[in-house]
């Protein structure tokens, strides 16, 4: 008897274990401007939005320092296409160009990751 319940002792314990490892969190600073979009994580689990209003000609400067664990970003046009798409490991700080006036959505999707996303919209001069 002793024999079958240690087993599921261990297994049960493993499961909550993974339940709160994977549970939707945030743990650092983040700031929602309607020209800006900043994150420091110390620990996020889970998805966050944020939309702001561009208008063409104007840009996206943008730094994203991949850290640890797994973060993807995506920004998406008023249409619903992609302007971009990525993990920020192969490029940290970039421009993107606003080809068309609307609402932005940033889609920012993390797993146990610890990372920097700075987004600053700057105007056509």
């Known amino acids: 008897m002793i024999l079958i319940g240690l087993p599921l002792l261990f297994i049960a314990g493993v499961a909550v274990f993974l339940i709160c490892f ?4 945030f743990t650092g600073s983040r700031i929602k401007n309607p020209d800006a979009y900043l994150m420091d994580i110390e620990r996020m689990n889970g998805t966050d939005l944020h939309t702001l209003e561009l208008h063409e000609g104007g840009s996206l400067q943008i730094y994203f320092e991949t850290v640890k664990g ?10 619903g296409t ?11 700080d970039f421009t993107v160009e606003i080809r068309e006036s609307g609402i932005y959505m940033i889609v920012v999707q993390a797993r146990q990751a610890k990372r920097t996303i700075h987004i600053q919209h700057t105007e056509v001069g």
């Open 22 to 25: 994977n549970q939707e969190g």
């Open 70 to 79: 797994s973060l993807c970003m995506e920004i998406k046009a008023p249409d």
């Open 82 to 92: 992609a302007v971009y798409l990525g993990n920020g490991k192969e490029t940290t």
